[in-house]
Antibody, heavy 120, light 106 residues
Framework: QVLLQQSGPGLVKPSQTLSLTCAIS??????????WNWIRQSPSRGLEWLGR??????????DYATSVKGRITINPDTSKNQFSLQLNSVTPEDTAVYYC?????????WGQGTLVTVSS | DIQMTQFPSTLSASVGDRVTITCRAS??????LAWYQQKPGRAPKLLIY???SLERGAPSRFSGSGSGTEFTLTITSLQPDDFATYYC????????FGPGTKVDIK
């Protein structure tokens, strides 16, 4: 059974950096048969895929959504079997529930979600 | 980017009803389509992948069909646990979700 446990602050000030971590159990961040994603959900934007990292041919790859490219970094941490999200220069529009998720094609296991509010 | 549309946006139904939700992609996605169920305060739960394959553990009253740009999710006999919001999602390039269909009690 794969479990994804999210952690990170629920309140971030405008212009600062949103940082979340997703700890994996029951699988490995270094597996070559899955990708590791961040997805967010807000009433105004619905479910929005932000990006993912995955390991293939001894190389780490990253894909990012056009809407956040330039502000986002997703990094694996093999020593802790987890991956992280950093979103820079946040505005109130970045207020959402953030989810981490594994995909083996399409997302199949999801974290519990973290409500992140951007406010001063 | 591939855009996904769903209809209806809201559907009122009774226990035992047959329910159909439609999803359209802005360009062909072959069969790279999934359906998710979401309840308030919970993460989406995968029901159907590759347009018509039932995810392990999902009830057999859920079925999916379609290919290319038009897809449907059918619930053959609606159960009390099925009142929720349903999302389609394409994973051709890479992931885009539909706006959702809320199934509520008539």
């Amino acid at each position: 059974q794969v479990l994804l446990q999210q952690s990170g602050p629920g309140l971030v000030k405008p212009s600062q950096t949103l940082s979340l971590t997703c700890a994996i159990s029951g699988d490995s961040v270094s597996t070559t048969s899955a990708g590791w994603n961040w997805i967010r959900q807000s009433p105004s934007r619905g479910l929005e895929w932000l990006g993912r990292t995955y390991y293939r041919s001894k190389t780490w790859f990253h894909d990012y959504a056009t809407s956040v490219k330039g502000r986002i970094t997703i990094n694996p941490d093999t020593s802790k079997n987890q991956f992280s999200l950093q979103l820079n220069s946040v505005t109130p529009e970045d207020t959402a529930v953030y989810y981490c998720a594994r995909d083996t094609g399409t997302p199949d296991y999801w974290g519990q979600g973290t409500l992140v509010t951007v406010s001063s | 980017d591939i855009q996904m549309t769903q209809f209806p946006s809201t559907l009122s139904a009774s226990v035992g009803d047959r329910v159909t939700i439609t999803c359209r992609a802005s360009q062909s996605i072959s069969s790279w389509l999934a359906w998710y169920q979401q309840k308030p305060g919970r993460a989406p739960k995968l029901l159907i992948y590759r347009a018509s394959s039932l995810e392990r553990g999902a009830p057999s009253r859920f079925s999916g069909s379609g290919s290319g740009t038009e897809f449907t999710l059918t619930i053959t006999s609606l159960q009390p646990d099925d009142f929720a919001t349903y999302y389609c999602q394409q994973y051709s390039s890479p992931f885009t979700f539909g706006p959702g269909t809320k199934v509520d009690i008539k």
